[in-house]
Every structure is written in C-alpha cells, then in structure tokens.
C-alpha cells in the first residue's frame, strides 16, 4: 500500500505543476496584453503595439492548451494507478497509452476553459485595433 500511495503522490505532483503553469500563463497574458494596449495608448494609439498583443495571447493559448493535455494525460494515469493492486505499481510517469482516452492536443486548446478565457482576451484587443486605429 506504502508504494501506491508514493506512486499516486508523484503523479499528483505532477498534475499540481501543470495546473500551476497554466493558471501563471493567464497570468503574463493579462499582463502583457494591458502592458501592450497601455504602452500603445502611450504612443498615440499606435496600432503596432496592439497588434504585438496578439502575438503573446496566440503562444499562450497554445502553451496552455499544451500543459492542460499534460494534466489530462496524467489525471488519467493517476486513475489507472489508483485501480492497480498492490503488486502491480511499478512507478512510471509514462501517461502516453492514455493519449486515445482523452483526444488529442487540438481538444485542449479549444477547451471551454480555455475558449472562455483566450477568446474574449484576443476580442479586446482585436476590437482595440480596429477602434483606435
């Protein structure tokens, strides 16, 4: 029992990390989108900087939709870890055999969570653009 409870606290471990990193890229989105939309007000309304804004929102969503696919995989794996016997932990990390269980990379991106959050950010900014041009 000592070793599945070891094998499930790693893999949780791992699962904390990926949300972690998702939860801080919506953060530097916020933060450089207003840090480009405030700069670009600063400048006159120069719409270069507004259309930079873009360009980060764009990296982000996809990272994002990355490190939520690695926290599926792994939700997955800690599943089946936690189904195991005893005699059957054998400590891998290896979440790829869960790949056809949660769709692919493309399913993360386009995520509600992600959707609700990255769509209205790009709105903004693409609204920014077209307003202040």
């Known amino acids: 029992m000592e070793g599945k409870i070891r094998h499930l606290e790693m893999i949780q471990n791992v699962i904390s990390r990926m949300a972690s990193n998702s939860f801080l890229l919506k953060g530097w989105t916020v933060t450089l989108v207003v840090g480009l939309l405030a700069f670009a ?59 056809e269980k949660i769709g692919g990379l493309e399913t993360a991106i386009f995520s509600n969570t992600l959707l609700l959050f990255y769509l209205p950010t790009l709105t903004v900014v693409i609204i920014a653009i077209c307003f202040f041009k």
Do not use: R
């Open 41 to 99: 007000n600063i400048k006159e309304m120069d719409s270069h900087f507004m259309f930079l804004a873009l360009i980060p929102s764009g990296f982000f969503w996809f990272l994002d939709g990355y490190f939520i696919y690695q926290e599926n995989l792994y939700v997955k794996l800690y599943e089946h870890v936690a189904s195991l016997n005893n005699d059957q932990i054998d400590f891998s990390l290896d979440a790829t055999p869960f790949e």
